[in-house]
């Protein structure tokens, strides 16, 4: 790369991270996820040229930025691993693993009915992966609302925060299902149970030996590790770890995301306390790996937001196919309170707080955006700026909802005292 292919670029970087900053921090004032902010941005940058500004039109498809926010979602995704463990999955009880199932299959089908019905000339794994776009629940946002709102350790926080972990995984598992899927069926091969029973007992085997091995090797590997010499040994192990998983989940034919994932969830404090003492403020490795992923992250919701196509609204289907979408996410999600088996639980604040597709939805998006079918691609643009507007409208809504619905209940318990 000479210095001429280097300053667009680094133009490009300036504009994407102070215009993420700029729209975070206008989002988070008036109390909304920051991710919004981000992906709004990236929506005017991208769509400047409906008013003659076209300088920035090349930014969506610039190959630099595009290996910067897939690298970002890795970082995300090693985030979101890094808060969860396996111990909390396995301790949060009936309730949040029914919670999270209803909340995979149910907005799934829902999903697949709408995207036929309004693309009926598409082929059906299309469908589906619009249905699993559904499936997603952002932990990240709902566990921002439920501290905001001081329930994390209520009852009912418990069996969100639960189920949207597990939702997290369920999700990542049907994600490696209709991906692989679909990658078969454009080479060429026939769709047979055998193949779609290969590919998940792929998905499970991999989490689980990824789980099982990945923990038992990191302690070692971080053990011998503390023998070394030199500062940020714990943080170079550490990415150099979910950078591994990453590429043998895609060796294994998943996502990379699901290696990251992985990657965070075994990778707890305890592997590391040797290395983790060296430092004098002792962080953990998801507080060293926090500046790295305010660079990289934000990348990936701006250029996300700048692939949304604002003209595509002028048609009215596209609009309506949107409205209905996000009906069918909200809806499907309040399925999940069926799943609540505890009496005396507020269900519909359950059902409220699954709601938000955030960063999880974008990722699956994104995902589908690469993956061609028959010819074209499996979310078309037009289909990506619906997906985009319902998962902005789902994270929107949830943090006013879940608020007063919370108060109600608070109000109704002081009634009956």
């Not at 069926?185 to 989490?207: C, D, E, M, P, Q």
């Amino acid at each position: 790369m000479t210095h001429a292919d280097l300053l667009p670029v680094l133009l490009a970087l300036v504009l994407v991270l102070l215009g993420a900053r700029l729209g975070g921090a206008a989002f988070e004032a008036i109390g909304q996820p920051a991710v919004l902010g981000e992906l709004l941005i990236g929506v005017v940058i991208g769509n400047l040229g409906l008013i003659g500004f076209h300088q920035f039109d090349r930014l969506a498809h610039q190959p630099s930025l595009e290996l910067l926010a897939e690298i970002g979602v890795l970082f995300l995704l090693f985030q979101v691993g890094l808060e969860s463990n396996v111990r909390d999955m396995l301790a949060v009880g009936a309730s949040s693993f029914l919670v999270a199932t209803f909340g995979v299959i149910v907005p799934m089908v829902l999903g697949f009915f709408v995207s036929r019905e309004f693309f009926p000339a598409s082929p059906g794994l299309a469908h589906w992966f619009i249905g699993a776009i559904l499936c997603a629940t952002s932990v990240g946002i709902t566990a921002r609302v439920l501290g905001d709102l001081g329930r994390t350790a209520s009852r009912e926080g418990r069996i969100i925060l639960g189920a949207a972990v597990i939702d997290d995984v369920l999700g990542l598992i049907v994600l490696a299902v209709i991906s692989g899927a679909i990658q078969a069926a454009n080479g060429g091969a026939a769709f047979r149970i055998s193949a779609l029973a290969w590919i998940v007992g792929k998905a499970v085997a991999f989490l689980v030996a990824a789980v099982l091995i990945g923990g038992w090797l990191s302690r070692r590997v971080f053990r011998v590790a503390s023998h070394l010499r030199g500062q940020g040994v714990l943080l170079s192990l550490a990415l150099a770890f979910c950078f591994a998983l990453s590429w043998l989940a895609a060796k294994a034919g998943l996502a990379p995301i699901v290696g990251a994932f992985a990657a965070g969830l075994v990778l707890e404090p305890v592997n590391y306390q040797e290395l983790m003492a060296r430092d004098r403020h002792r962080r953990e490795i998801r507080e060293l790996i926090e500046p790295l992923a305010s660079f990289l992250v934000p990348v990936f919701f701006v250029l996300m937001g700048m692939r949304v196509d604002l003209s595509r609204f002028a048609h009215r289907e596209i609009l309506g196919f949107a409205a209905v979408l996000t009906l069918a996410a909200i809806a499907g999600k309040q399925a999940c309170s069926l799943g609540v088996l505890e009496r005396g639980l507020d269900r519909l604040s359950v059902g409220l707080g699954m709601i938000p597709r955030g960063e999880v939805g974008l990722i699956f998006a994104s995902i589908g955006a690469s993956l061609s079918l028959d010819g074209g691609k499996v979310v078309s643009p037009a289909v990506y700026s619906a997906v985009v507007l319902m998962i902005s409208l789902t994270t929107l809504l949830t943090p006013p909802l879940l608020t007063a619905r919370f108060r109600e209940s608070d109000a109704r318990a002081a009634a009956r005292r």
